[in-house]
């Protein structure tokens, strides 16, 4: 497992950076949340894969996605098998680069705001992002947060109609992160 993701790193990163410092996490948290009249649905993943350049600002996510928790064993299976069809789609990947990262001292204590963006691809399809974050550097940390919403249409994610009034259009999605230097 942790060959897989320093290799992860490593590709996503591309070995033209061989003198940047890179910071990793393997051990992430991403957190959805949807909230309608009826019901409210959380789900929590506590694996989540990131790498960051902060010679270049590359920032990559990598999430499996049968590892989000639900409060209700029937909800992560549903939300595995009908709605994200994790057997199809088994990660969501994020590849960008934070546009702002040299006004960011990374080796500086401090909060710092950032501009993230990328393609962000769930259950197959592969779209466009620009959100925002803070990075928070403390003690050779980098703490990363963002919170941010995702459209179940914009990634062909469909809900039955016997349930649609239970399931938000619209997701919110927090991502935290707390990435060390790998070298």
């Known amino acids: 497992m942790k060959k897989s993701i320093a290799l992860f790193a490593v590709v996503m990163l591309g070995l033209q950076f061989s003198h ?3 910071f990793l996490t393997k051990n992430g948290h991403i957190k959805f949340y949807s ?15 990131s790498a960051l350049d902060i010679g270049a600002g590359d920032f990559v996510f990598k999430v499996l996605m049968k590892s ?10 549903h939300f595995n098998e009908n709605y994200i069809e ?4 088994p990660n969501a990947t994020f590849v960008g680069k934070v546009t702002n990262y040299e006004d960011i001292d990374f080796k500086q204590e401090g ?3 950032a501009v993230v963006e990328g393609k962000l691809t769930i259950h197959g399809v592969t779209n ?3 959100e925002t974050g803070t990075f928070k550097v403390k003690d050779g940390v980098i703490h990363g947060t963002s919170v941010f919403n995702v459209k179940l249409k ?9 349930v649609t009034e239970n399931i938000a259009e619209t997701i919110e999605v927090t991502v935290d992160v707390k990435l060390e230097n790998m070298e």
């Open 154 to 162: 914009d990634y062909d994610i469909k809900i039955p109609k016997a």
């Open 68 to 77: 989000f928790e639900f409060e209700k064993a029937l909800m992560q299976e």
């Open 35 to 49: 909230e309608t009249p009826i019901e409210t649905i959380e789900a929590h993943n506590y694996q989540v894969n």
């Open 20 to 22: 940047a410092q890179r």
């Open 128 to 130: 466009d992002i620009k």
């Open 86 to 89: 994790s057997h199809k789609y």
């Open 111 to 113: 909060s710092y705001e």
